[in-house]
């Protein structure tokens, strides 16, 4: 059960708009030689178009899974996930995932042909159209010039940007990221924030993002869901849009993440504790 803390408004405010992205009661499971693993257990969300929406928790949450169950690469045992009030059963080109290995990415094609490749593949675009629109992605990520190259001649923050340039062409209706910056060194990591962040805010595309950090959490979302640990139960949902790059090392911000970091891992909190937690929008689940 889901309960507001008081004097604090719940992630919805206005409860008779459609969500574009729906997970009611998902539980999620995989087998093992040995048994079945329950990674999430009756796990709801709802993600509003144009939203960062961020999946936080330790490692083995089933952060991960509950992404690849919103691609259509894994089917809930338990519950439904719904994109625009369909239900989702397979994988489809309206949820495009962008992982976290970008040697992803064809060797053997230009950073180009990389980009127009799901377009010419998915019968979308015809040639020169599919190559409009993969020099229009490349130019917003500042790889227009590179286009002629290969990915091996290529930096980890430039793959990556190649693998976001790809997903946004196809214009999807949600963008998933499984922890796209994870093995970026640090420097490079903070670079594709700010550019992630810059490019939502010229496009405005609708994103899902999993991270074990929750700096990068109160960065990139502007609402995070925090998972208990294995399995994955929703613990509370924070709004952190008053947070950007510019927030890193503040006073509030790191009040914030320890906070945070008191909700994922104090498992004997009570809601009387919570309430002391003073964000400025949070849901608490009990």
């Given amino acids: 059960?889901?309960?507001?803390?008081?004097?604090?408004?719940?992630?919805?405010?206005?409860?008779?708009?459609?969500?574009?992205?729906?997970v009611d009661n998902v539980s999620l499971e995989y087998r093992t030689p040995q048994r079945v693993v329950r990674a999430t257990h009756q796990v709801s969300f709802e993600?509003?178009?144009?939203?960062?929406?961020?999946?936080l928790g330790p490692s083995g949450c089933g952060k991960s899974t509950l992404l690849k169950a919103a691609a259509g690469f894994i089917q809930p045992v338990e519950g439904e996930i719904r994109l625009q009030g369909q239900r989702v059963d397979a994988p489809g080109p309206d949820r495009i995932v962008v992982f976290q290995e970008f040697d992803q990415l064809p060797p053997w094609k230009t950073v180009k042909q990389n980009v127009m490749f799901p377009l010419l593949a998915s019968k979308t675009f015809k040639r020169k159209e599919a190559e409009e629109r993969a020099m229009h992605y490349l130019d917003k990520v500042g790889l227009a010039a590179f286009a002629d190259?290969?990915?091996?001649?290529?930096?980890g923050g430039m793959k990556a940007r190649v693998a976001i340039a790809r997903a946004l062409a196809m214009q999807p209706k949600i963008l998933l990221m499984d922890d796209p910056f994870a093995a970026l060194d640090a420097l490079t990591r903070r670079?594709?924030?700010?550019?992630?962040?810059?490019?939502?805010?010229?496009?405005?595309?609708?994103l899902l993002f999993v991270t074990h950090s929750i700096e990068e959490a109160l960065v990139v979302g502007n609402r995070i869901l925090l998972l208990s640990p294995h399995p994955g139960r929703v613990r509370a949902?924070?709004?952190?849009?008053?947070?950007?790059?510019?927030?890193l090392g503040g006073v509030a911000f790191q009040e914030s993440a320890r906070r945070i970091h008191r909700l994922l891992f104090d498992e004997g909190q009570s809601p009387e504790t919570a309430r002391e937690l003073d964000f400025s929008d949070i849901r608490i689940a009990y």
């Fill in 149 to 155: 190259a290969y990915p091996h001649t290529l930096s």
């Fill in 1 to 22: 059960m889901n309960a507001s803390l008081q004097g604090h408004t719940v992630s919805k405010p206005n409860a008779t708009a459609q969500a574009l992205l729906s």
């Fill in 237 to 247: 949902e924070v709004h952190s849009h008053q947070y950007d790059l510019h927030s």
């Fill in 47 to 55: 993600i509003d178009p144009a939203d960062r929406f961020v999946l």
């Fill in 191 to 206: 670079k594709m924030q700010e550019e992630l962040l810059l490019l939502w805010e010229e496009v405005r595309f609708t």
